[in-house]
């Protein structure tokens, strides 16, 4: 069983930025594909970013492209989605998921909150 568990969510005024880390336990992290999505309320889940095993590949949602960069370090089996010119609109949970099966998601993590103010 994988797990996954983010951190770094927050309160931050609009224009401000966070650093989301997601640690996963497998140590087959390495292949994995990951990715990030949001939930805000009333709203259904959404795909904000994602990256392949080896970094060499990513895909961005087109509210975040230019704003949002995700990285991962493999030896430390970790994810990272750095938000910069954090708007409103980006308030949500975020969510970091793990893809051994192609075009699927297979392991989520619980997710962090991040809340951006006007």
């Known amino acids: 069983q994988v797990q996954l568990v983010e951190s770094g969510g927050g309160l931050v005024q609009a224009g401000g930025s966070l650093r989301l880390s997601c640690a996963a336990s497998?140590?087959?992290?390495?292949?994995?594909?990951m990715g990030w999505f949001r939930q805000a309320p009333g709203k259904e889940r959404e795909f904000v970013a994602a990256?392949?095993?080896?970094?060499?590949?990513?895909k961005y949602a087109d509210p975040v492209k230019g704003r949002f960069t995700i990285s991962r370090d493999n030896a430390k089996n970790t994810v990272y989605l750095q938000m910069n010119s954090l708007k409103p609109e980006d308030t949500a949970v975020y969510y970091c998921?793990?893809?051994?099966?192609?075009?699927?998601?297979?392991?989520w993590g619980q997710g962090t909150q991040v809340t951006v103010s006007s």
């Open positions: 998921a793990g893809s051994i099966s192609p075009g699927k998601y297979d392991y």
């Open positions: 990256i392949s095993w080896s970094g060499g590949w990513r």
């Open positions: 497998a140590r087959t992290f390495s292949s994995y594909t």
